[in-house]
Every structure is written in C-alpha cells, then in structure tokens.
C-alpha cells in the first residue's frame, strides 16, 4: 500500500521530469535598471540630510528586514513594546516552536548557528537569532523601542489631502518629495502624542498578535453570564509558568478552536493536568483543519509535494497564459491525487476518525491558506490518556456554568481558553486615517497588495508581513529587498490599474484554490511570486545551479542572497 502511495505521488514528477528538458530555461532578465541616475540625486539628499524621512514601523521578523535592507537611507523603526521579535516575544506559551525547519526560517545573510540541528526552535531561540541579527547589521541604532504608533496622518500631495490623483506622484516615485505621512507616537515617559513627518513608512505591524479576534454573543449569552475565567490566548501567553499551570490544574477547561494555538494550549492544559486530581480539557471545534505529525509524508520530506518548482507546477498561478491553464487542467488530476494521498497518509497515521477530527476538504485547501499545524509529539497520546476531548459545535455561547454547544449540550467549565485568532486587519486600521482606512480590503475581504507589498491607492507606503507562505521570514525578507530596489529606482512601479488587475488575478487564484483564501496565503505558486519580483529586481528568476535542483529542491532564503552580479 505504502509503495503504491509513494509511487502515485512521484508520478506527477517523473512524467514531468521527461517533459521539462523540451522547457526553456527563462533567460537571466535585466528589467528595469535604467533610471538609477535620475534617482541618484534625491538618494543622497536622503543619505546625507541627518533626519529619517522613511519610518518602519513594527519590530518583529518584518520590521528588522524592512530596517536592514532600508538601511541607507538611515530609517526610523518604531517598536510598541520594550523589545524586538515581535509574536515571538509576545505571543508564545512556554511550549511554542517555530513550525518551519531552521533552513526555511532564515535570513538569506544571517544563517542560525545550528542550522542543520533538526530540531524545531523554541520562541527564546528564535529570539536570540533575531537578536544577533539586528547586532550583526547594526540595526540597534534605527530601533526605537518603546514607542508606540498610534495614529498616522496623511499629509501628501501638496496637502491636497486627496490621495486619489497622482497617487504614486507623477512618475510613479514611490518616495515622495516631501513629506507624505506624519506619525503619530506615544512613550511611556510622554502621553502627548508627539508628531513625526516621513516621506515613505513601511507598515509591519503584523497579522497576529496585539488585537484579540473576539468572539460575539447576543445578550445575556455572552462572558457577562459565566462564573468562571474567560481567557484569550493573547493574555494566557503574558502569564509565566507557575501562574498558567495553576490557571489549569485540576480545572475543568474548555479551549474554543482547533488551529496551532488552540492545538498547543490543549497540550499544555493537558500537561498541567497529570496527576490525580486532573481534570480533562475540551476542545470546541467549529472547522476543522488537516494537521501533520512531522516534516515528511510517509518517508518523504514535505517540500517536495509543495515547494519544488516541479510541485509548483502543478498548481495554478496568476497570469498563467492558455497554455499552462491547460497543463493544469490536464494535470488536475494528480494534482488532487497528490492531495488525497497525504490524506490517506495523514488518516492512517494518526487517529483522526477515532476522534471525529477527519477533515472534510482537501489537505491541498489547508496548505493553500498556511493553515497546516505540525502537532505536538503527545497530543494523541494525551487524548488517549483522556486528559483531551474533543466537541464539534458550528456555534457557542456561554451559560452560568460553562459553554453550551449548538446541540444544546451543556459543557461544564471553570476556565474558557479563547483561541480564537487575531483580527490584523483591524490593527491596520486602528492607526490608518480615512480614505485609506477604508481601502485596506477590498470586497473579498482581502488586502490587494502588489508584489505582497504596495497597496495601489495608498501612497507612499508599504506593507511588510500581510502575505504569508510556507516561512514568512522568507517571504517579508524577499518583499524587503524588492522594496529597497524599488525605493533605489532601480524598476517601477506600473500603474494602479496595472497592480489591480495583478492583485486581483492572485485572489481569483487563491479563491479557486481554497475556501480559506482570505488568509492571504500564496504557498502553491509562491516560487512564481518570487520569480516575477525577481524579473522586477533585474535578477535571474532560475535561481539554482542546475535544471535537476531548480526541479527538485525547495526554494528558501538562500536562494535570494543579494546578486550584486546584477
Ligand atoms: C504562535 C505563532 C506561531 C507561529 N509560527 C510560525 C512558524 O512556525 N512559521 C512561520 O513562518 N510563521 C509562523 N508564525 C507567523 C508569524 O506571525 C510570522 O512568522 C512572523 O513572525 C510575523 O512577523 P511580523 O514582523 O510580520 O509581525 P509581528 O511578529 O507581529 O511583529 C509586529 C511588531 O509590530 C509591533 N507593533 C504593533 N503595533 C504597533 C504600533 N502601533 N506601533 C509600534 N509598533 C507596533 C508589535 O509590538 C510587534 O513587535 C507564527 C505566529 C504565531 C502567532
């Protein structure tokens, strides 16, 4: 049976691998390089004039990438909290991991020290590599901590305040010549919003972490009703050891969710509970999602069914011309075959239809919206102990005493652990002024970013953080040097209709590829993604030594160290 699902997924691939030898290879591209004279001028006005006129805004994975490839024109990066790091600092419990093998969560200048250690990274490794970066490129000058944006007006245009006509400026000058943006900063030691003027901010403030997605009750449904504790998982993760342990010993606790968080909360729930006088928590699950025992599918590593160019193929990709729409209709049904045998591996592997917890869509629809959790080694074997039940309910709410399901079963609780999500979106917001507030998603509920970056009718800014893939170091890192090459005028930007009509063929991809599209996930055409701001860049899109690696092997950081050749 194994060798017949091994033999079934390499299929795609070997039929592939007699095909591709009659596919050209891209040529090395140089788009876009002339008018880096015409900027030279304003660029050392820049580096010489002692003030920042670019503000960074958010210290986490993205704001450090963003400050580092922006480090000539001498940024100012704002941080909210006394330090760097960002989720990793502030919204892990004490068993948080990273998810993605240390290779794939790595800047493409700064490898981990143990980089082949195959374990994954705890948050305080993490942050200890984030930490060495930012001394190794000398970021520390550029950060200030402690420094909370919270509000930002819009002040461009010759302070027409419009922002609709010359959007990007005349030319399409992604820097303004004046000032475009004033921020607005608080710090502990002055609650007086102190006001700070910027020709371009980069905004990476994060989807997780920092606003709480918070569910709603009709009245007298809602937390007001309970006795007992309601906790989101963005508070329990400011508690330390002690003080979340006793939260849950022999408490009975319910968790609401079934995503990472509210998988490793259930864990440590569990954990808290061994013992005699432990009590079992309860997951309450409305949808559920495939999860993964490790990096490998029956012996074979992960990255080959999603992350190869080869894989890739497979899927489609915006903009894909007649000919790979074919190919891809033509190849549909390996791709699902590829699909259903990691569900096979998946339910065979792991007692999902004992626990009722066998998803209903296909795997391919989870890894297309990053929702893929690696569970924890003892998460079965902490349900088959009984210290985990699980409950499915497509709606809650709260009775004195617990939870009650749509069922209208009654579930007992002291402790209701929310792992219900972050509302990032929202966190934009709170600090955008109007229009721009107002356009950060468009109708589907997705924010229409060009190249994951540019917003086409909010000026002068950038986005760093909001696209995700299978390493979102990886992913901001690469939006972070296409927007430094950007900002140097070494390509530009097209018009707006031009980035619409490219944004908007990315989410038709995501909507016909997952029902989760509005995650803003791009993992099965990432390499695409890659290769077109590569082109952009003036970079060789093919970025391996040879036909057999660019087929065969992951992209990641290192892939897109800086080419100076070019
Ligand atoms: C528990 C958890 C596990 C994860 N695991 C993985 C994984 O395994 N692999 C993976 O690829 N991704 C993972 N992610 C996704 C993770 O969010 C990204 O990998 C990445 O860390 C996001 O970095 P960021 O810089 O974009 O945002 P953040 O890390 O959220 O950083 C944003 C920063 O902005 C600051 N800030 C917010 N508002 C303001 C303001 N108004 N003014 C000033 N500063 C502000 C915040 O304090 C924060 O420091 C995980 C996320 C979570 C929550």
Known sequence: MDLLMHFTCLLPFVCLLIYTPLMPCPPSTTVGRPFLCEREREIERMEKSGTPRVAIIGGGISGLAAAKELRWLEPVLFEATDSIGGVWRHCCFRSTRLQTPRPDYEFSDYQWADRNDPTFPTHTEILEYLHGYATHFDLWRFIKLETKVVEIRFVGHGGTKTGFTDLWGDEGRPIADGPAWEVGVVTPRSNTVQWCKFEFVVMCIGKYGDVPNMPTFPRGKGPETFLGKVMHSLDYCMLDDEAAKSLMKGKK?????????????????????????????????????????????????????????????????????????????????????????????????LPLEKYGLKPTHPFVEDYASCQMAILPENF???????????????????????????????????????????????????????????????????????????????????????VES??????????????????????????????????????????????????HCISTFSINHSDDMCEEMGWSSWRKRSWLAELFTAYNNQDYKDDESQ
């Open 253 to 349: 606790v319910v968790i609401i969710g079934y995503k990472k968080s509210a998988i490793d909360l259930a864990v440590e729930c569990a954990e808290a509970n061994h013992g005699g006088d432990g009590k079992p928590c309860t997951m309450v699950i409305r949808t559920l999602h495939w999860t993964v025992p490790s990096y490998s599918i029956s012996g074979l590593p992960f990255f080959l069914f999603f992350s190869t160019r080869l894989s890739q193929f497979l899927h489609e990709r915006p903009n894909q011309g007649l000919f790979r729409s074919l190919a891809c209709h033509l190849l549909s049904p390996l791709r699902r075959g590829v699909s259903r045998f990691i569900e096979s591996y998946l339910t065979w592997k």
């Open 470 to 519: 299978v390493s979102n170091l990886h992913t901001s890192e690469l939006r972070c040097k296409w927007l430094g090459r950007l900002l140097r005028g070494h390509f530009k930007l097209p018009g707006t209709e031009a980035m619409f009509r490219q944004t908007g063929a990315e989410i038709e991809v995501m909507k016909r590829t997952t029902r989760f599209y509005r995650r």
């Open 380 to 466: 079965f074997a902490e349900a088959d102990e009984g210290r985990i039940a699980f409950k499915r309910s497509s709606r809650w709410c709260f009775w004195e005493s617990g939870v009650v399901l749509d069922d209208d079963t009654k579930l007992e609780a002291d402790v209701v652990l929310l792992a219900t999500g972050f509302d990032g979106k929202q966190k934009l917001k709170s600090v955008l002024p109007e229009p721009f507030r107002g356009l950060i998603v468009d109708s589907s509920g997705v924010m229409p970013l060009y190249r994951g970056t540019i917003h086409p009718l909010i000026p002068h800014m950038a986005f760093v953080g909001y």
